[in-house]
């Protein structure tokens, strides 16, 4: 069992940033790849960016590419999201997501475990 806990969301500016971090209880962590969605006021919720369990290459939506980076701290069983450049359609709550594989992440945009989000509005 792997429990998620988001923090870091927020109101802040277009152009202004924002990290947020996902701490993962449970011993296990270092084999679960992670994730962070995203889900906007009446909008599906949609793939943001996930990384494997070594922090191997990271992948993005095309929407953040570039502008997110997804990182993770295996020690400290967290993984961040660091938000640049942020627009207003980044406004959404944002999701943390760990899964035994990354293809079930950045494909498949499921995963066996999620967190509770963390509300990020940009304000025009």
């Known amino acids: 069992q792997v429990q998620l806990v988001e923090s870091g969301g927020g109101l802040v500016q277009a152009g202004g940033s924002l990290r947020l971090s996902c701490v993962a209880s449970?011993?296990?962590?270092?084999?679960?790849?992670m994730g962070w969605f995203r889900q906007a006021p009446g909008k599906e919720r949609e793939f943001v960016a996930a990384i494997s369990w070594s922090g191997g290459t990271p992948y993005y939506a095309d929407s953040v590419k570039g502008r997110f980076t997804i990182s993770r701290d295996n020690a400290k069983n967290t993984v961040y999201l660091q938000m640049n450049s942020l627009k207003p359609e980044d406004t959404a709550v944002y999701y943390c997501?760990?899964?035994?594989?990354?293809?079930?992440?950045?494909?498949?945009?499921?995963?066996?475990?999620w967190g509770q989000g963390t509300q990020v509005t940009v304000s025009s």
């Open positions: 449970g011993r296990t962590f270092s084999s679960y790849a």
């Open positions: 997501a760990a899964d035994p594989q990354v293809h079930s992440i950045r494909v498949v945009h499921t995963a066996y475990y």
